[in-house]
């Protein structure tokens, strides 16, 4: 144990569920499980509800999802923007909070992503199958080796210093993704480059002259190629959980033996991949990367463009916002246990397609665009491998503030 550090038990070093006064029937932020992004620190308020019980919380605190699949998703999040300071949200939560003059809330956040706190959590889950949890008293008597209170300051600082930067990133990303779909709309729903020439009427409506009205089965075929394990002893299994909103969550790679029964399909640079299962949650992303070491479940449709559409320009109609409603739809509409489609399903969707060499025109135009989201994407996943490799190291000794700042600032 490096000097001037101490052992602790958890439960005298932080606030597990601390008191927090809030009026019943009268409104608060809230937020649930679903608001909390497993790549993100910080999470927001998605409404303004009345209370009517669940966790209570503060700006800065740290919302631990106690439930088994939501916690092995890594959903561990800092509370933000809560109006007046206070709000509330999921019973799935616990609530940590750093004690004044012991411990920093801001450390106590980067404490509770610990593999070991994580780790411990999950083996002392109980409950029944599938509905899992950890409880308040399970965390009591840990015990920890822990910095004191100014080394833990320094060491928030520096992986805080990291996800602001990723967050950031996410940020103009959206941005990006705004300004090309606003061009998107322009050409291809107003059709603001081709009003002063000829229209024709179509089964959805006036159209240029050359577009067509095509089925995304006469545009888009699903591919499916199962993994070759054989030259592999560690791949990367992407679950549908693991992409969301054109992000692959993870890039860590797990031995190829144990992994689950639906880890068998290959994906190739230029896929497109969509979960089948409730597309409202946008679980599809593009990969625009070498995936050779890319294994992913058998609940996602790999769709791949035909000849007369780019895949770019494909894989914007598939996530345009009408899309994904529409195929929620369908999904909600078909029996069985989740809301699911599968490519026959949404096959008979209808598009408007003008010719290659106008898809391409268009592409010219958004390829800077796409090009910087890649780059910051790219950016944030040597950003994020960073800071997972720190967070142990900093928060066990192994490594010191004083041995890395000057790197970090330097990536930053």
């Known amino acids: 144990m490096p000097q001037n550090w101490k052992t602790y038990k958890l439960s005298d070093f932080i606030h597990i569920n601390p008191l927090v006064k809030l009026k019943t029937n009268e409104k608060y932020s809230f937020i649930e499980m679903k608001d909390l992004d497993a790549n993100l620190k910080t999470v927001k308020p998605s409404d303004f509800k009345l209370l009517k019980g669940g966790a209570k919380f503060q700006n800065g605190d740290t919302l631990f999802a106690r439930i088994t699949p939501c916690l092995q998703n890594g959903k561990i999040c800092q509370a933000k923007d809560l109006q007046n300071n206070v709000g509330f949200g999921s019973t799935e939560f616990l609530v940590f909070r750093g004690k004044e003059g012991i411990s920093d809330t801001n450390f106590i956040y980067y ?90 009427d179509s089964e959805l409506g006036m159209i240029p002259e050359g577009w067509e009205v095509k089925r995304l089965d006469e545009v888009a075929h699903k591919k499916s190629e199962t993994f070759n394990f054989s030259s592999k002893e560690e791949v990367v299994f992407v679950n549908t959980g693991d992409v969301q909103e054109g992000r692959f969550l993870h890039s860590k790679k797990i031995s190829k033996n144990g992994l689950p029964g639906q880890a068998k399909k290959a994906i190739s640079k230029g896929d497109i991949l969509y979960s089948e299962i409730r597309p409202k949650n946008k679980r599809y992303a593009f990969v625009n990367f070498d995936s050779s070491d890319y294994v992913v479940s058998t609940k996602f449709m790999i769709i791949n463009p035909k000849s007369n559409i780019l895949n770019k320009l494909l894989y914007r109609i598939l996530t345009m916002q009408s899309t994904v409603d529409n195929f929620n739809s369908i999904a909600d509409g078909r029996s069985g246990t ?75």
């Open 111 to 200: 404490l509770s992503r610990e593999p070991f706190v994580r780790q411990f959590a999950e083996a002392n889950m109980i409950g029944t199958s599938g509905r899992q949890r950890v409880a308040k008293e399970a965390f009591q008597n840990i015990k920890l080796d822990l910095p004191p209170l100014k080394e833990q300051t320094a060491i928030a600082s520096i992986l805080s210093a990291l996800d602001d930067k990723i967050e950031l990133n996410l940020q103009m990303n959206k941005t990006l993704e705004e300004m090309a779909m606003a061009l998107y709309k322009h050409w291809f729903v107003d059709f603001g480059p081709f009003q002063n020439g000829k229209f024709i």
């Open 338 to 412: 989740f809301p699911q489609i599968t490519f026959d399903a949404i096959a008979d969707m209808k598009l408007i397609l003008p010719s290659i060499n106008i898809q391409k025109e268009f592409q010219n135009i958004v390829s800077p665009l796409e090009l910087k989201q890649d780059e910051l994407y790219l950016e944030n996943q040597t950003l994020t491998t960073l800071r997972d490799t720190l967070l142990p190291k900093l928060i066990s000794g192994e490594v010191r503030v004083k041995d890395i700042e000057n790197q970090v600032a330097a990536i930053l």
